[in-house]
């Protein structure tokens, strides 16, 4: 069973939430943020991302980087721009981006089931970045950043969702990028109870984005065994048929020394290619292809497809296995510098603009990994390959945090 408890949460005030929250700290570079948050004191970058108010080429994980961090998150506080709850609450926080509608649940979930692994993980960490997130919240005395994560739709869940967000919200703003953000408290005991016992009996968790912060927020349970708030993670929760996932593309530096007739000759090996195929696949095992001005249809040879492993049957996998490794020489995309990966958000207009202007050889633009895939690999104790999913919207930092 998931187990969430309601909390005092610390909330920008409506009337300043469209300044204060921002993008995740991980989805941009530090230029990116310096100048997002350029003339806008109230802006999260500089809680999240503080090395912006330190000289240029500050090192980002420096002692002095974090304690800024600190600094800048007093001051919201001081400042009454974010204000803490009086009472530990659920809360309901609803995105919609075009046509797509996300809502969900705000809570704290279990450092202790994820642990146990009734909170699934679907990829590996990497120590470094654990590191980060564990300053960052030591400094702070708070998670800023919540983990994005998804349950196994539950028709009873799904209307009380519906009823509580056809009333009048607290938070509701529309951000730079066009995502409407919207955000309902829920307060009285009958829902909270209500909730509670509804998730005990749901009996996994996923984790689709934020990996690290909920390894970090582990470790930091773990190290002060557990006192105070260290208990709980911070987290948004959706049914899983709410989800949008996008694909992440990938560009190549180099052909590795073949010309581009001698690659194509290649991967007629491993696809049937259409050299008229437009840049975006129509579904699984079809890939797009940008070489020397020219997309390409690909379409992975079913003797490749045919397997039963969820892991091996991936796109991203096959792409690897059959593709990168072989003809390319790229044998681990997390460590090679000649393979970069691309958000599905940007389109694959910016594959072909990367590729025009000569920073890249060729790009392959992806079908997206779909969620029941991800939960059928979790619930198996698979990890996927790598940048295999890009989950849209994303959470904004500072919509709620979560003292600890």
């Given at each position: 069973m998931a187990t969430l408890k309601p909390f005092a949460a610390l909330r920008p005030q409506p009337g300043v939430a469209r300044r204060i929250c921002e993008l995740p700290y991980d989805v941009m570079t530090s230029a990116e943020a310096r100048e997002t948050a350029a003339g806008n004191s109230l802006s999260f970058l500089h809680v999240s991302k503080p090395e912006i108010d330190l000289a240029p080429g500050t090192d980002p994980y420096s002692t002095e980087v974090y304690a800024k961090g600190k600094e800048n998150f007093q001051r919201l506080i001081a400042q009454g721009s974010i204000l803490q709850d009086p009472q530990p609450c659920f809360y309901l926080y609803r995105q919609i981006m075009g046509r797509h509608t996300q809502a969900g649940l705000v809570a704290v979930a279990s450092c202790e089931d994820y642990l146990r692994g009734m909170i699934k993980k679907h990829e590996l960490t990497r120590p470094d970045k654990e590191d980060d997130r564990v300053r960052h919240i030591e400094a702070l005395e708070a998670q800023t950043g919540p983990v994005f994560l998804v349950y196994r739709a539950s028709r009873t869940l799904d209307e009380l969702v519906e009823r509580r967000i056809a009333g009048p919200p607290q938070i509701d703003f529309t951000a730079r990028d066009g995502v409407r953000h919207t955000a309902w408290v829920i307060v009285e005991a009958p829902d909270i109870e209500f909730i509670e016992q509804?998730?005990?009996?749901?009996?996994?968790?996923?984790?689709?984005?934020?990996?690290?912060?909920?390894?970090?927020?582990?470790?930091?349970?773990?190290?002060?065994?557990?006192?105070?708030?260290?208990?709980?993670?911070?987290?948004?929760?959706?049914?899983?048929?709410?989800?949008?996932?996008?694909?992440?593309?990938?560009?190549?530096?180099?052909?590795?020394?073949?010309?581009?007739?001698?690659?194509?000759?290649?991967?007629?090996?491993?696809?049937?290619?259409?050299?008229?195929?437009?840049?975006?696949?129509?579904?699984?095992?079809e890939l797009g292809f940008y070489l020397a001005g020219q997309w390409h249809r690909l379409h992975f040879r079913p003797r490749f497809a045919a397997t039963t492993d969820p892991v091996e049957k991936l796109d991203v996998t096959l792409l690897q296995k059959y593709v990168l490794e072989p003809i390319f020489a790229i044998d681990d995309p997390r460590t090679s510098s000649r393979v970069n990966f691309v958000g599905g958000i940007r389109g694959t207009a910016e594959l072909q603009r990367l590729v025009d202007a000569g920073d890249y050889a060729c790009a392959f633009s992806m079908y997206g990994t779909s969620i029941e895939e991800l939960m059928t690999i979790a619930d198996a104790g698979g990890l996927m390959p790598p940048k295999s999913t890009w989950f849209e919207p994303k959470l904004r930092d500072a919509m709620f945090s979560h003292l600890c």
């Open positions: 509804e998730f005990k009996r749901i009996p996994s968790l996923y984790i689709a984005d934020g990996h690290h912060r909920c390894a970090a927020a582990a470790r930091v349970f773990q190290a002060r065994k557990g006192t105070g708030r260290s208990a709980c993670f911070l987290g948004v929760l959706f049914p899983h048929n709410q989800v949008q996932i996008l694909p992440y593309n990938r560009v190549v530096k180099d052909l590795n020394g073949l010309s581009a007739a001698q690659l194509l000759e290649k991967l007629d090996g491993v696809f049937i290619i259409d050299p008229n195929g437009g840049a975006g696949p129509a579904h699984r095992h």
